[in-house]
């Protein structure tokens, strides 16, 4: 492969932006990856701190589905307990069974976010 600026000289890298194949007097390295010289440079930088939040996005989601579990949880519990007690004294027993079903859903859903934060993590 042939330097796109240079024919005549043998290209050493690809530029991680626009993808032209580049000698050594036309490249210059940005951090993990090169790019052209005086042209694409900015745009390297920027894929390169693409990259480097993407390292941290799974940490960050598996966290965000961790509390939101013990959130849904917790809620799921309160609005069951309350099913439960309406249900045990309450003469409107289908509201209160409502209720309760409204509360075992919440638990669900709660234990539903730590498989999902459990999956995230193992990637």
Known sequence: MRCFNHSEIEAV?????????LCHDCITEVGLGCSCKGRCESDVASINDLAERNRTVYQKNSAIYWWSGIVL???????????????????????????????????????GCFVAARRILQK
């Open 73 to 111: 949880i917790s809620f799921g519990v309160l609005i069951a307990g309350y099913g439960t007690v309406a249900a045990m004294f309450s003469k409107d027993l289908a509201g209160s069974l409502w209720t309760l079903l409204y509360g075992v859903l919440a638990i669900a859903s709660g234990f």
């Open 13 to 21: 890298a690809v530029c991680k932006s626009c993808g032209r194949a």
